[in-house]
């Protein structure tokens, strides 16, 4: 599996918010892109989690959204 540390920004319940280091990568068993970003600090998952079945981000181009 492939990881790397990029930073993330989004706004969440009308905030913006960044995590300097989400976590993006490659999962070959389930054959798609995956990104973790903005961990809880008492358990440490992360409040935004994609990409965790089958083929879910097939390209990187998969997460960004279009209008």
Same mark, same amino acid.
């Given at each position: 599996m492939s990881r790397y540390t990029i930073t993330v920004t989004g706004t969440v319940t009308g905030r913006g918010r960044? $995590?300097? !280091?989400a976590i993006i990568g490659y999962d070959p068993p389930i054959r798609t892109? %995956?990104?973790q970003a903005f961990p809880h600090e008492? #358990? $440490?998952e992360?409040?935004?989690?994609l990409g965790t079945h089958d083929h879910a %981000? !097939?390209?990187? =181009? =998969? %997460? #960004?959204m279009q209008p």
């Open positions: 960044s $995590d300097p !280091e892109y %995956f990104l008492v #358990t $440490d992360p409040a935004l989690w %981000f !097939e390209a990187l =181009d =998969d %997460f #960004t």
